[in-house]
Nanobody, 125 residues
Framework: QVQLVESGGDSVQAGGSLRLSCVDS????????MGWFRQAPGKERDLVAT????????YYADSVKGRFTISHDSAKNTLYLQMDSLKPEDSAMYYC??????????????????WGQGTQVTVSS
Protein backbone atom coordinates (compact mmCIF):
# COMPACT_ATOMS: atom_id res chain seq x y z
CA GLN A 1 0.00 0.00 0.00
CA VAL A 2 1.39 3.37 -1.05
CA GLN A 3 1.53 5.99 1.68
CA LEU A 4 2.58 9.61 1.43
CA VAL A 5 3.20 11.55 4.63
CA GLU A 6 3.92 15.28 4.54
CA SER A 7 5.56 17.40 7.20
CA GLY A 8 7.22 20.78 7.59
CA GLY A 9 4.27 23.12 7.43
CA ASP A 10 4.35 26.07 9.82
CA SER A 11 3.46 29.71 10.33
CA VAL A 12 6.09 32.17 9.09
CA GLN A 13 6.41 35.84 8.26
CA ALA A 14 6.49 37.10 4.69
CA GLY A 15 9.97 36.77 3.22
CA GLY A 16 10.72 33.69 5.28
CA SER A 17 11.49 30.14 4.21
CA LEU A 18 10.13 26.66 4.85
CA ARG A 19 11.02 23.20 3.64
CA LEU A 20 8.24 20.68 3.22
CA SER A 21 8.96 16.95 3.17
CA CYS A 22 6.91 14.03 1.91
CA VAL A 23 8.00 10.50 2.71
CA ASP A 24 6.66 7.90 0.31
CA SER A 25 6.50 4.23 1.16
CA UNK A 26 5.15 1.10 -0.47
CA UNK A 27 5.67 2.45 -3.96
CA UNK A 28 6.42 -0.21 -6.61
CA UNK A 29 9.51 0.76 -8.58
CA UNK A 30 11.50 3.96 -8.32
CA UNK A 31 10.51 5.93 -11.39
CA UNK A 32 7.34 7.94 -11.15
CA UNK A 33 6.01 11.47 -11.09
CA MET A 34 5.50 13.36 -7.89
CA GLY A 35 4.01 16.75 -7.34
CA TRP A 36 3.19 19.38 -4.77
CA PHE A 37 -0.27 20.94 -4.85
CA ARG A 38 -1.83 23.56 -2.61
CA GLN A 39 -5.35 24.51 -1.69
CA ALA A 40 -6.50 27.63 0.09
CA PRO A 41 -9.95 27.78 1.75
CA GLY A 42 -12.68 28.15 -0.85
CA LYS A 43 -10.30 27.69 -3.76
CA GLU A 44 -9.36 24.87 -6.08
CA ARG A 45 -6.36 22.62 -5.54
CA ASP A 46 -3.59 24.10 -7.67
CA LEU A 47 -0.36 22.64 -8.95
CA VAL A 48 2.81 24.05 -7.42
CA ALA A 49 5.57 21.88 -8.88
CA THR A 50 6.30 18.44 -10.29
CA UNK A 51 9.32 16.19 -10.59
CA UNK A 52 10.07 12.90 -12.32
CA UNK A 53 11.98 10.69 -9.86
CA UNK A 54 13.75 8.84 -12.67
CA UNK A 55 15.40 11.97 -14.06
CA UNK A 56 15.74 15.71 -13.56
CA UNK A 57 12.54 16.92 -15.20
CA UNK A 58 10.85 19.56 -13.08
CA TYR A 59 7.99 21.98 -13.61
CA TYR A 60 6.91 25.03 -11.61
CA ALA A 61 3.80 27.11 -11.62
CA ASP A 62 4.51 30.68 -12.66
CA SER A 63 3.46 31.93 -9.23
CA VAL A 64 6.34 30.09 -7.51
CA LYS A 65 9.01 30.01 -10.21
CA GLY A 66 12.32 31.33 -8.85
CA ARG A 67 11.17 31.05 -5.23
CA PHE A 68 10.38 27.34 -4.74
CA THR A 69 12.54 24.30 -5.50
CA ILE A 70 11.27 20.74 -5.78
CA SER A 71 13.64 17.80 -5.28
CA HIS A 72 13.54 14.09 -4.57
CA ASP A 73 15.98 11.94 -2.60
CA SER A 74 15.58 8.38 -3.86
CA ALA A 75 17.75 6.94 -1.08
CA LYS A 76 15.39 8.39 1.51
CA ASN A 77 12.21 8.04 -0.56
CA THR A 78 11.50 11.65 0.28
CA LEU A 79 10.11 14.51 -1.79
CA TYR A 80 11.00 18.06 -0.77
CA LEU A 81 9.71 21.54 -1.49
CA GLN A 82 12.07 24.33 -0.50
CA MET A 83 10.04 27.53 -0.28
CA ASP A 84 11.88 30.85 -0.10
CA SER A 85 10.69 34.46 -0.19
CA LEU A 86 7.30 33.35 1.02
CA LYS A 87 4.30 35.61 0.44
CA PRO A 88 0.93 35.75 2.21
CA GLU A 89 -0.68 34.38 -0.96
CA ASP A 90 1.38 31.20 -0.52
CA SER A 91 -0.75 30.36 2.53
CA ALA A 92 -2.57 27.09 1.92
CA MET A 93 -2.71 23.42 2.74
CA TYR A 94 0.09 21.75 0.80
CA TYR A 95 -0.30 18.20 -0.50
CA CYS A 96 2.16 15.83 -2.11
CA UNK A 97 0.94 13.43 -4.75
CA UNK A 98 2.32 10.61 -6.89
CA UNK A 99 1.39 8.75 -10.05
CA UNK A 100 3.19 5.86 -11.80
CA UNK A 101 4.04 7.59 -15.07
CA UNK A 102 7.31 8.85 -16.45
CA UNK A 103 8.63 11.61 -18.63
CA UNK A 104 6.43 14.67 -18.69
CA UNK A 105 4.57 14.72 -15.40
CA UNK A 106 0.85 15.47 -15.36
CA UNK A 107 -0.27 18.90 -14.23
CA UNK A 108 -3.85 18.18 -13.22
CA UNK A 109 -4.67 17.08 -9.70
CA UNK A 110 -7.16 14.56 -11.11
CA UNK A 111 -4.29 12.77 -12.83
CA UNK A 112 -2.54 11.82 -9.60
CA UNK A 113 -3.33 8.52 -7.91
CA UNK A 114 -1.81 8.81 -4.45
CA TRP A 115 -2.12 11.70 -1.99
CA GLY A 116 -0.81 12.68 1.39
CA GLN A 117 -2.92 14.17 4.17
CA GLY A 118 -1.56 17.69 3.75
CA THR A 119 0.51 20.11 5.79
CA GLN A 120 -0.55 23.70 6.55
CA VAL A 121 1.55 26.69 5.53
CA THR A 122 0.56 30.12 6.83
CA VAL A 123 2.43 33.25 5.80
CA SER A 124 1.69 36.47 7.63
CA SER A 125 2.44 39.96 6.33
Amino acid sequence: QVQLVESGGDSVQAGGSLRLSCVDSGYPGNRYCMGWFRQAPGKERDLVATIYTGGSNTYYADSVKGRFTISHDSAKNTLYLQMDSLKPEDSAMYYCAAVPVGGRCPRGSYEYTYWGQGTQVTVSS
